[in-house]
T-cell receptor
């Protein structure tokens, strides 16, 4: 069983605020991913990392940024949140071919 | 590029009914195929996978067979339970592309 954690689980903030969504895993996996999940359930890859100091943009353009300074930590930052950022954000890490997902952060921007 | 097309939902069944969720794919080479499940309020978790043609993945009573000739990986369960209510995602990883390509998800609701 994989251990991957996301905080906060729920976040309600006002427009213009800076936020950071945390993601941590304890398995030592090199590959990590951020997905945005819309209300229709579809998943969109927005960022990924193949290891420390490696970050790439995903298939869906996003105003968010990520960093990977430590293997276990892959935070996502929005410098100025807008209502269009309202969504669920899922973090995942990968061992071999299997991705392990965190429980998600549900973000509401007012 | 790679793509996954899965049956649109929502799917509503009675307990003990037979379940099929169709999934077809487009990919170059020989992709690995996956079914992930997302229970309410949770992230996705791997349900089963198959890595080569004619392989059958199975877990928790669910099965799917990798059919290269029809480029399909349909999910089946003989008798669903209320606890199977969730969103099911078909996915593939093909060739040198490390990223997973997901289908749009199918919401399954099982009524008692």
């Amino acid at each position: 069983e994989a251990d991957i954690y996301q905080t906060p689980r729920y976040l309600v903030i006002g427009t213009g605020k800076k936020i950071t969504l945390e993601c941590s895993q304890t398995m030592g996996h090199d590959k990590m991913y951020w997905y945005q999940q819309d209300p229709g359930m579809e998943l969109h890859l927005i960022h990924y990392s193949y290891g420390v100091n490696s970050t790439e943009k995903g298939d869906l353009s996003s105003e968010s940024t990520v960093s990977r300074i430590r293997t276990e930590h892959f935070p996502l930052t929005l410098e100025s949140a807008r209502p269009s950022h309202t969504s669920q954000y899922l973090c995942a890490s990968e061992n071999g071919e299997t991705q392990y997902f965190g429980p998600g952060t549900r973000l509401l921007v007012l | 590029g790679n793509s996954v097309t899965q049956m649109e939902g929502p799917v509503t069944l009675s307990e003990e009914a037979f379940l099929t969720i169709n999934c077809t794919y487009t990919a170059t080479g020989y992709p690995s195929l996956f079914w992930y499940v997302q229970y309410p309020g949770e992230g996705l978790q791997l349900l089963l996978k198959a890595t080569k043609a004619d392989d059958k993945g199975s877990n928790k009573g669910f099965e799917a067979t990798y059919r290269k000739e029809t480029t399909s990986f349909h999910l089946e369960k003989g008798s669903v339970q209320v606890s199977d209510s969730a969103v099911y995602f078909c996915a593939l990883r093909g060739g040198s592309n490390y990223k997973l390509t997901f289908g749009k998800g199918t919401l399954l609701t099982v009524n008692p």
